[in-house]
């Protein structure tokens, strides 16, 4: 049986656990309440990136997505 094929309609299922890990991480690096962690997640540029299927950076692990979300903070 193969796998089912990932679309824009369909991408939101990898997101939220992605999004949880992502915060927790900025949360404790940062030392901000996770809601902040959270307002600062869905705000960045790297969410909305993450949102689009087509750019595929749902399918990276959230170190590489913290990594991305630091590089947009710094710069």
Do not use: C, R
Request: net charge negative; no cysteine.
């Amino acid at each position: 049986m193969p796998l089912p094929e990932i679309t824009q309609d369909n991408v939101h299922i990898f997101i939220p656990l992605k999004v949880a890990k992502v915060t927790e991480m900025l949360s404790k690096d940062k030392k901000i309440t996770w809601e902040e962690a959270l307002l600062e997640v869905y705000n960045s540029k790297v969410y909305s990136v993450l949102e689009k299927e087509d750019t595929k950076l749902w399918y990276e692990g959230p170190t590489y997505l913290y990594k991305e979300l630091e590089d947009e903070i710094e710069s």
